[in-house]
């Protein structure tokens, strides 16, 4: 038995477990996970903890990420529209969107003609339209080429995410047509970073998920933590018993009553788990 068993840790990926603001800006690789983070994360799970991640990138964008991360739970992915197995290779949950999202969507970039969207599926391909700027910075990121198209009507179903991309001004207007669509109510809208405005369907967000991952692993509610840095990990350090963020977080984060630890580039995890060694002492 160690101090952590019946314990459950929940990270956000970009910017909180790993920096990687600065790749997406200058187009350099994704810096590996540092060596701080990777003891603290090792030592927890050697005492029974149950680590994951919990992130809005798609599965394809993840994948090739996820065995750099020692993790011994499945992760929520797609900012909450699934939990996923690495270990086993399959979807434990999902939550899709309605199938009269790409209509709903293409209304948006009918309007906006600067904004672009990724769609995302459940399995390894990303379909784009109105491929911009933005989307081929993320593209870089995420390490997965989208696939072009000429419409959002053209993409597969089903789908698990929309993913608006544009400068924060012009995705402040679309923000501003979807709120006034009487289907608006049928979805979760959050941003990830200001080019960044996630569509998913109601009640498929990181909290939601984490709170389906932490009774699919039996652990109960008091006993699970989680880290973030941006507006869409609100519901998970909302949820969780105690919310962690980086110094690093957005405004709103650092209002939401989240304990601040160090910046993501200052092994802000390794901090999260000695509060937690205290905690469980």
Known sequence: MGKFDGVLLASDFDNTLIYTEEALRSGRPVPPLSEGNRAALESFMA???????????????????????????????????????????????????????????QEVLDAFPRVGVEAYHLDSVIHAVQVNHIIRAHEHLT?????????????????????????????????????????????????????????????????GMLCRLAAHLGIAPEHVYAVGDERNDLTMLAWASQGFAPANCVPEVARCGARLVCDARDDALAEVIAALEERYS
Not at 73 to 82: E, L, T
Not at 94 to 105: D, H, I, K, M
Not at 158 to 171: G, N
Not at 184 to 189: G, I, K, R, T, V
Request: proline share 6%.
């Open 47 to 105: 005492q029974g903890g149950r680590f994951t991640v919990a992130t809005g990138r798609a599965l394809p964008a993840f994948e090739r990420l996820a065995p750099l991360v020692p993790m011994n739970a499945p992760s929520v992915v797609c900012n909450g529209a699934a939990i996923y197995d690495f270990k086993k290779g399959e979807y434990l949950e999902t939550a899709l969107l309605p199938e009269q999202s790409r209509e709903r969507g």
């Open 143 to 207: 390490g997965v080429r989208v696939r072009a198209l000429p419409c959002l009507a053209e993409a597969p179903l089903p789908l698990s995410k929309l993913l608006f991309e544009a400068e924060h001004r012009d995705l402040l207007q679309a923000e501003e047509l979807i709120r006034s669509r009487d289907w608006a109510a049928e979805y979760e809208l959050i941003y990830s970073g200001k080019t960044l405005l996630e569509l998913t369907a109601k009640g498929a967000d990181k909290g």
